[in-house]
């Protein structure tokens, strides 16, 4: 099941496939690495050991917003999509998948309304809405919480309000690859880029982002869903042993064998 947390670290999961390699019984070793920047993904310029402190730090990846965006007056304010309000965003849309204008929106500096705006626009015309109806989530019930509040109460909000809207964020799965074949496409695409280091100009172009996306489509949903079980696990289960600066490939393979074996054989098993 997604939730805000799971969004809020699905780049943390891109990061651990980025660092697949094959022990000496074939089964998937995830090591996170680092950027070129030398932060990982998850934690943006200043990546923190503590990733469960970081994913509810970013749980929120939409910009501060108190009073939501106006309908009708000609601006395509943050919030508002082509699906939403195409009397001001017209209707643009692109390929992006709910789940990767999320990854998208998070390329841009937190007040750069503009790039968020193309992010949305960059997105598919399902996906646009399933983001519109996730911040009208936000706004409606968590106002409070996600504009003034902790992070955490934000996040815990989200996930008590907002479930629907969150599961129905999509990955835009049509094709017919399953957990192996996505784990093979992803890993050969380009690192994602860093949290805030993008613009309208950048972000929507990326070529890590188009890769990921481009891997979705072309995966059916059930590979999908079991590739991110085993991010899941290992996120949850092997944080030291598997991230920087602490974990090294021994450390996180015999970690992996003790918790997560059993969503690796899933996975390996589904062509």
């Known amino acids: 099941m997604k939730n805000a947390r799971w969004i809020a670290v ?18 998937y070793v995830p090591l996170p690495d680092a950027r070129e920047d030398g932060t990982t993904l998850e934690g943006g310029a200043d990546a923190d050991a503590d990733a469960d402190a970081d994913a509810d730090a970013d749980a929120d990846f939409t910009p501060d917003e108190t009073t939501g965006p106006v309908c ?19 209707t643009t849309t692109g390929d992006l998948s709910c789940q990767m204008t999320v990854i998208c929106s998070q390329c841009c500096a937190s007040t750069d309304e503009a790039c968020f705006n193309a992010c949305t626009a960059a997105g598919t015309a399902d996906a646009q809405t399933q983001l519109s109806d996730i911040l009208a989530c936000i706004n409606t019930r968590c106002g409070t919480e996600c504009a003034g509040g902790t992070s955490e109460a934000c996040t815990t909000c989200q ?3 907002c479930m629907t809207e969150f599961d129905a964020c999509g990955y835009g799965a049509s094709g017919t690859a399953g957990c192996t074949g996505f784990y093979t496409c992803v890993r050969s695409c380009p690192n994602l880029p860093a949290n805030g280091s993008g613009s309208a100009a950048t972000c929507p172009t990326d070529a890590g982002i188009e890769c990921w996306n481009n891997c979705f489509i072309t995966s059916d949903q059930n590979g999908i869903d079991l590739y991110m079980a085993v991010m899941q696990c290992i996120y949850d289960n092997c944080h030291t042993e598997c991230y920087p600066p602490t974990g090294t490939t021994d450390a996180c393979n015999s970690c992996q064998s003790a918790n997560c074996m059993s969503e690796v054989n899933a996975c390996s098993s589904d062509a």
């Open 72 to 90: 009708g007056n000609g601006t395509c304010e943050t919030g508002e999509t082509a699906a939403s309000c195409p009397a001001d965003c017209g």
């Open 10 to 27: 699905l780049a943390v999961f891109t990061a651990l496939a980025l660092a697949y390699g094959c022990a000496d019984d074939d089964t």
């Open 159 to 161: 996930e008590t309000n």
